[in-house]
């Protein structure tokens, strides 16, 4: 018999439940579906989970929960990453879900999110001989992993994801100048460990883990008035459309971006920071091959489950 599982990635903007059955290498979905939980909302830097945004959680875990029982689940695992890690009150959530759920989440560290991510790329097939560096720009944290198709070199999780960054520095829309220019000195001075280790390991290319990634993606090809699937993989892009494509977000505003398609509600603001951040570490770094992979921390899971 096949087995069916569904695996939760609960992250500080989006929860994800992907129910698949078969194996790894080619499972067949059987739904994917999302909710904007916007779990750091009013409360990311604060490390707390604010009343709207908590109940706002449990609703979309008990709408998953009956996904799960309607589909016949075998196997369940819901991860938990930074929102839920730094919250005075992330605890208090995990138990009552699981009270009203029966459903148990599992809080995992930064480096065992970076670990899930780096599987997850690789199921994609997006890693190959030479050096890589994954990027996974999540609300709460952004992971790194330097690697190839064969190991990890090096992984680290940083509490700079998108959510932190829009509550410290993209206060007013547009974002002025001088406010970038502040976000571009506290990735310096938070990222001193990563600088450090790409000198040492020459990166080839950097791999956008999903998320902030895709809308790249999807507002490029829109605009050259293609059709953008993300059931695709992998996902090479021209560094110059690239740039030019982060230039349109950080220049633009609220409503510039709201009118644009190809960009979900729950990017739209966030897609500012995100687009700072690729550009800071392409420049940084002096990488010229840029790709993204549709895989991310769910689907290393999935790979975990179904190996």
Known sequence: ???????????????????????????????????????????????????????????????????????NVEDVRAIATSALRNAANGKEFIDEVAAKTNINIELINGEQEAEYIYKGVKLAGGLGDQTSLIMDIGGGSVEF?????????????????????????????????????????????????????????????????SGAFETFAEVIELGKSNSFDLNIKNYDFELNELTSVTDKFIYSSHNDRKAMKGIIPIRVDMIV??????RFIIQKLGINNVCMSTYSLKEGVLAEIMT
Do not use: C
């Open 1 to 71: 018999m096949i087995k069916r599982v569904a695996v939760m990635d609960l992250g500080t903007n989006t929860f994800h439940l992907l129910i698949a059955e078969g194996a790894a290498s080619d499972y067949k979905e059987i739904i994917h579906e999302h909710d904007s939980v916007k779990l750091g909302e009013g409360g990311i830097n604060k490390d707390i989970i604010q009343p709207a945004a908590y109940e706002r959680g449990v609703n979309t875990m008990q709408k998953f929960r009956d996904a799960i029982l309607l589909h």
């Open 145 to 209: 992993i330097l690697g190839n198709a064969h190991n990890i070199l090096w992984k680290q999780s940083f509490e700079i994801g998108a959510a932190r960054l829009m509550d410290k520095f993209h206060q007013t829309d547009p974002i002025p100048s001088h406010s970038i220019n502040a976000l571009n000195v506290y990735l310096e001075e938070h990222l001193v460990t990563l600088i450090a280790i790409a000198s040492k390991h020459p990166v080839n290319a950097l791999i956008g883990s």
């Open 273 to 278: 920071v995100a687009s700072l951040i690729t």
